[in-house]
């Protein structure tokens, strides 16, 4: 059966098939054939989406394109893990359910069976045992269906860098014991936590990175949301802490449209048109930050969560509820200690009580070095000190946030912010 | 439409392959493949295919194995095109996305029309 083409976009496929595609049927195959399969596997599923580009361009989509996927990705990792075992009898052993499928599988229900095997190798992902860098490089190579470049561009850094967290993390899979069976998801529940971190990394990368392209940024926040909502619709995931997670990632996705202006550079909140807040994203939002209302943990996510809806809420910056966010910040210093945090209120507790009760909550505290070598904290404290009138301090502080400044996008917004008038 | 009919066989380098295209790279093939048959489409009679490698050589001597080793490009693909000259054939071959890439060529023969 052949659909209509239309020659612009990819005919007949949704936006971001062939990656998210690249995700399901690895995650589906890694489950049949054993996690230590993992690189064949992902071999076998390039292999099936190359055919596919020569087959689908000449006789058009088939009419179940992930099916068709499905059959020759397994057809491909049949005939590889055929071709290094040699004989039948070592293939039973190192892929028992493959060998018993045989040549023509059944295909798997991929509305029943994705978000299971999607989360089982999310999981997987996150085996302790992985350095939590690899964990999510790893996750971002197999389930979002990035190559080690796009990789590297998206988390700046080297391919050849990418290239040997993912070697070390395909290292330990090997040597783990789970990598010999597939693993009942629910025998990996404890590692929710480890879960929730790479998602909240994820997401980070994609938000808080300086990247010239927001389109590029965009991509990592979205793949945290639908990871994240698969994660948050699973019994498995279903949990108080998934659901503030899930609200934080789409109230601060709501703002990431504003945070720049039409040249790229990036703006101050109180500089944002706060009409350009994507209103979806504030009500999925509001939706789950309310649904994160429960049980008896208040976990870091609930209170970043409430800090964004502060913000995302509030009609404007000068209505902003300062006192809200001193408290909220209060509260995650608690579970979470962190002089970042300690910073980050004291930017709100100068809004609410002026520049020298801000600049009192830093001088108690004795920042480490990757905090005092770090933009922001020059940035705070340069502007705390030229609202408090203390001009050389703040020029000092100023200038060395700007040599500390990451990319020449912060450093055009710290020369604006931080100009001495 | 032309009335001519060119065979084209795509030729590369054999040796360790190129790199990979990513998934997103091949959503992005598959849609500017699909654009130029639009924009070509009278003018392809059959978008052929990949060959597989190998293959024989028969002469009056038996069948050998080939294609012979000496030859530093192997054939890897071909499809048939109409066109009303050579300059014509070139140009779609050229915009045929993937064909003429770096360790690729494409030759183009005219079918002798009997």
């Given amino acids: 059966m052949i659909r209509g083409n239309d020659p612009v976009d990819a005919p007949g496929l949704v936006e971001h098939y062939f990656r998210h595609e690249y995700g399901r049927q690895v995650a589906l195959l890694a489950r049949k054939a054993g996690v230590r399969h993992l690189a064949i596997v992902e071999e076998a599923v390039q292999a099936a989406m190359l055919a596919a580009l020569t087959a689908w361009a000449a006789r058009g989509l088939p009419e179940d394109p992930s099916a068709w996927l499905y059959r020759a990705a397994w057809r491909n990792l049949l005939g590889e893990l055929r071709r290094g075992a040699r004989r039948r009898r070592i293939l039973e052993q190192t892929a028992p359910e493959l060998v018993r499928e045989g040549d023509d599988p059944p295909v798997p229900s991929f509305a029943a069976d994705v978000p299971d095997d999607m989360l089982r190798m999310l999981f997987v992902c996150c085996d302790e045992a992985i350095p939590g860098e690899s964990r999510l490089v790893l996750a971002l190579k197999t389930l979002c269906g990035f190559s080690a470049a796009e990789i590297a561009l998206r988390l700046f850094t080297t391919e050849a860098n990418v290239r040997k967290r993912l070697t070390r993390a395909r290292h330990k899979l090997r040597e783990s014991a789970l990598a010999f069976e597939t693993p009942p998801l629910a025998s990996l529940a404890t590692r929710l936590a480890s879960v929730h971190t790479v998602l909240y990394l994820l997401f980070n990368e994609g938000y808080l990175a300086a990247h010239a392209e927001l389109a590029i940024r965009r991509d990592l926040c979205d793949e945290a949301i639908r990871l994240t909502t698969i994660l948050a619709e699973h019994v498995i995931g279903a949990v108080p802490d998934t659901f503030a997670l899930l609200a934080l990632m789409h109230l601060q996705a709501a703002r990431l449209p504003a945070r720049q202006d039409a040249t790229g550079a990036l703006l101050l909140l109180e500089e944002q048109d706060r009409s350009r807040w994507d209103d979806d994203h504030l009500r999925e939002g509001a939706v789950w930050l309310a649904r994160s209302a429960q049980g008896d943990t208040f976990s870091r996510y609930h209170a970043e969560a409430g800090i964004a809806a502060e913000h995302a809420f509030a009609p404007s910056f000068a209505e902003t509820r300062w006192d809200r966010i001193d408290e909220l910040y209060a509260m995650l210093e608690r579970i979470d200690p962190s002089p970042q945090h300690t910073l980050n209120r004291a930017v709100a507790v100068a809004e609410r009580s002026g520049p020298q009760a801000g600049l009192a909550l830093l001088h108690e505290l004795r920042p480490p070095a990757w905090l005092t070598e770090s933009y922001q904290w020059h940035a705070v404290l340069a502007d705390l000190h030229r609202r408090a009138g203390d001009v050389i301090l703040a020029r000092d502080h100023r200038d060395r946030a700007l040599a500390c400044a990451p990319t020449t996008f912060v450093r055009e917004l710290l020369r604006r912010r931080l100009s001495l008038r | ?114």
Wanted: with cysteine.
């Fill in chain 2, 1 to 114: 439409m032309g009335n001519r009919r060119y065979l084209c066989l795509q030729r590369s380098q054999p040796g360790p392959g190129r790199p990979k295209p990513s998934p997103a790279q091949m959503q992005e093939m598959y849609a500017t493949f699909n654009a130029w048959k639009e924009k070509f489409k009278d003018q392809i009679l059959d978008l052929g295919g990949p060959l597989k490698p190998g293959g024989k050589v028969v002469s009056a001597a038996g069948a050998v194995d080939g294609p012979f080793v000496e030859v530093k490009e192997i054939v890897g693909g071909y499809m048939m095109i109409a066109a009303e000259s050579y300059e014509q054939a070139i140009e779609i071959a050229r915009e045929c996305p993937g064909v003429v890439s770096p360790g690729s060529s494409v030759e183009i023969r005219e079918i002798m029309e009997t």
